[in-house]
């Protein structure tokens, strides 16, 4: 872990579209920065796992590939935000993902005397996204990712980080759901690029390199704003 000390939590924000990386490099930076991995989607589908109010209500929409209402997002990360284990500093992935997010986000920060460190915008090709989901699966027992092609265990079938040895799929990868999935972040989530672009806070990076190459800038550029 990197010894930088911090005078104050990090906020890290990790946009893009489906499939982009978001999920493989917040865990980086959880293990090089000891911040804390923040994923609305993760956290939507323990709601739905669960069987909660919200959870209730986001299962058809994330099956569809549609975004799950802001006021159900907003709260569950409110909720998150007032645990314990985020006081170093957190790292969101897949939030803020409409402007009323954003902004609920920056009241949210502002309560707490916080605010955005960086929004990393990991920038892909569409194309390359359908093959990155459609390969993808994690380790059922800690969640590490995989990928048929791009990052497969050192042993087949065992996963490098905990040994387990069930994998597991997401109900929402499959090709037709990814389109929808896409064509949201287009009209809903590609916005905040400018929003965060006006607030001088953005960084792009190409994500389209192997992994190890876009974790290098991800985590250079990140030692960077928060020390
Ligand atoms: P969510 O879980 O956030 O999914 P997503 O945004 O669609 O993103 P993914 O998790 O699919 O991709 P990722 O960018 O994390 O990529 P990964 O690192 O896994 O959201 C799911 C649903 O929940 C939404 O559709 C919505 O319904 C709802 N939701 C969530 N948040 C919401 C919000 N704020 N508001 C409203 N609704 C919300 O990588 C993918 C694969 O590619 C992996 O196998 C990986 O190994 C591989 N890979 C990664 N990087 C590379 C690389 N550089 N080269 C080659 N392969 C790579």
Redesign the pocket.
């Known amino acids: 872990m990197d010894t930088a000390t911090l005078t104050r939590p990090a906020v890290l924000i990790?946009l893009?579209?489906?499939?982009?990386?978001?999920?493989?490099?917040?865990?980086m930076l959880e293990d090089r920065f000891g911040l804390v991995q923040l994923?609305?989607?993760?956290?939507?589908?323990e709601a739905v796992a669960q069987g909660t109010e919200a959870g209730k209500a986001?299962k058809a929409?994330?099956e569809?590939?549609?975004?799950?209402?802001?006021e159900?997002?907003i709260n569950i990360?409110r909720d998150r935000l007032k645990a314990p284990d985020v006081s170093r500093g957190v790292i969101l992935?897949?939030?803020?993902?409409?402007t009323m997010?954003a902004e609920a986000l920056d009241h949210l920060l502002a309560e707490t005397g916080q605010k955005i460190d960086a929004a990393i915008s990991?920038e892909?090709d569409d194309a390359?996204m359908v093959e990155?989901?459609s390969?993808?699966?994690?380790c059922a027992n800690c969640g590490e990712?995989?990928?048929?092609?791009?990052?497969t265990p050192e042993v087949d079938g065992v996963c490098d980080e905990c040994g387990g040895t069930e994998m597991k799929r997401?109900a929402?990868?499959k090709a037709e759901?990814?389109a929808?999935?896409l064509e949201?972040?287009h009209a809903q989530t590609a916005p905040l690029i400018g929003y965060y672009r006006d607030r001088g806070v953005l960084q792009e990076v190409d994500?389209?390199?192997?992994?190890k190459?876009?974790a290098g800038t991800v985590q250079s550029l990140t030692a960077d704003v928060i020390s």
């Open positions: 990790l893009g579209p489906p499939g982009a990386g978001k999920g493989t490099q917040a865990r994923s609305t989607g993760d956290l939507l589908r986001a929409v994330m569809a590939g549609e975004l799950v209402s802001d159900i997002v990360l992935d897949g939030f803020p993902r409409t997010q990991l892909v390359a990155r989901i390969g993808r699966y994690t990712g995989y990928h048929d092609s791009f990052k997401r929402d990868d759901t990814v929808s999935r949201a972040y994500a389209m390199k192997p992994i190459d876009v």
